[in-house]
């Protein structure tokens, strides 16, 4: 694939102009510029993401591309392996595969000091970005190309975006009705923020908002769509292409809209209770499958599951419960997946958890939430709360 510089970019015939994208090889990102509508080079994409996605570089849900290392190399992050802290360990889509990659938090994102671009039409126009000292939306001229990401159309997409940047990626900040600006919590009190949504301090704002979302009439009961947070629009998706969603979203069917959406579990469990979501050796993410399929989406000792009757997508979920009575399970911390141990080995779990099996004849199990008791010749497994 050959990509050209900004100089080699040719316009000419003079016609409203469009404001499309190319790709700057000098800084190896997707840039915006004023086109006049004819000749040009293939080197002319319609939005950044077309020209992200052909070129194989952003993919960041927030906008801009992810971080490089001292030698120029995309970062791939990992539990072991951290992003920044102006950035976040993401699933973006690289080609035809789906990769960790570090992208710009929002807090790092409207922290950024205005800047009005380059000239590159006939007029300026208005726009607005977070001013960090006045933890403000501040209105700016923008000369039309170039900038940064801390730049929005309006004051409503500024403050939906950067009012929630304590929010992880696809949730935002509950809005109060009658300000239209997050409603402020008190992490003291239970109660302080409405159903789903969890009280958490913005270092940016200084103030503690409600983050979460709802199911945006299109998700199933029980699931939370995905939210881009600028326009709250709902992330559309397409079935069983991956990376069309986040790691932690499946791409649900929506039969009255007629539309795919992707949707998340509220309580954070991906599989049936007590049973084991795979992960990604490398990744750690989660191993998305089809419901129903011929073919082999998993590895041995686990199947493609879901909660939600008629769902399409699921998780490489445990084909069984892991623990007695569907106990909690120990999970590693490095590898984000249950601790195996010898049932009736000395000391192979951690304090509160004890090696058991739900088949009485394995010497090999799990390490469960509660003690072993022998009472009377039987074992009983004690649970705690």
Same mark, same amino acid.
């Given at each position: ?32 510029? @004023?086109?006049? +509508?004819?000749?040009?080079?293939? $080197? ?11 070129? +194989? ?6 906008? !801009?591309?992810?971080?490089? $290392?001292?030698?120029?190399? &995309? ?7 951290? =992003? ?18 570090? =992208? ?10 205005? @800047? ?30 170039? +900038? ?10 500024? $403050?939906?975006?950067? &009012? ?11 809005? %109060? #009705? $009658?300000?239209?600006? #997050? ?12 159903? %789903? ?30 939210? *881009? ?10 079935? *069983? ?8 979203? &499946? ?25 084991? &979501? ?10 998305? =499958? ?14 493609? @599951? ?22 909690? /399970? ?13 049932? +009736? ?6 304090? !509160? ?29 004690? /649970?705690?709360?």
């Amino acid at each position: 694939m050959l990509i050209k510089t900004i100089k080699e970019i040719i316009m000419f015939a003079q016609i409203p102009e469009l404001e499309i994208y190319f790709y700057n090889s000098q800084t190896q990102e997707c840039e915006s510029y @004023q086109y006049n +509508g004819c000749d040009g080079n293939s $080197n002319n994409f319609a939005s950044r993401e077309d020209c992200e996605g052909y070129c +194989g570089v952003g993919g960041c849900p927030n906008g !801009g591309t992810p971080e490089r $290392n001292e030698f120029g190399q &995309l970062m791939v992050c990992s539990s072991t392996n951290t =992003c920044p802290s102006t950035h976040e360990c993401t699933s973006v889509t690289s080609g035809s595969s789906v990769v960790n990659r570090c =992208c710009p938090t929002r807090a790092y994102i409207c922290s950024l000091p205005p @800047q009005q671009g380059s000239s590159c039409s006939s007029s300026a126009a208005a726009r607005y970005y977070f001013n960090i000292v006045t933890k403000e939306c501040t209105q700016f001229t923008y000369n039309g190309c170039s +900038g940064n990401l801390n730049n929005f159309a309006t004051m409503e997409q500024c $403050n939906n975006f950067c &009012l929630s940047a304590a929010c992880t990626p696809g949730d935002v900040a509950y809005v %109060n #009705p $009658n300000t239209n600006l #997050p409603y402020e919590c008190n992490a003291a009190l239970s109660n302080s923020c409405p159903s %789903n949504f969890l009280c958490t301090y913005d270092p940016l704002s200084t103030n503690s908002v409600c983050c979460g979302a709802t199911n945006m009439d299109v998700c199933p009961e029980g699931e939370k769509a995905y939210v *881009n947070a600028a326009d709250m629009s709902v992330r559309e998706c397409l079935i *069983n292409v991956d990376g069309s969603c986040p790691s932690n979203y &499946l791409c649900r069917f929506h039969a009255i809209k007629n539309r795919y959406y992707c949707c998340a579990s509220i309580s954070g469990e991906l599989c049936p209770s007590g049973k084991s &979501l795979y992960r990604d050796s490398s990744s750690k993410s989660p191993i998305r =499958c089809t419901i129903s399929s011929t073919s082999a989406q998993c590895p041995n000792g686990y199947s493609c @599951q879901s909660d939600v009757p008629g769902a399409f997508q699921g998780y490489c979920c445990s084909a069984s419960h892991l623990c007695p009575n569907k106990a909690e /399970f120990y999970i590693e911390e490095n590898t984000q997946m249950p601790r195996s141990c010898t049932v +009736g080995a000395f000391i192979t779990c951690p304090n !509160g958890y004890s090696c058991q099996s739900t088949q009485t004849e394995f010497t090999t199990g799990y390490c469960c939430k509660g003690d072993v008791i022998s009472i009377s010749g039987t074992v009983t497994l004690k /649970f705690f709360n």
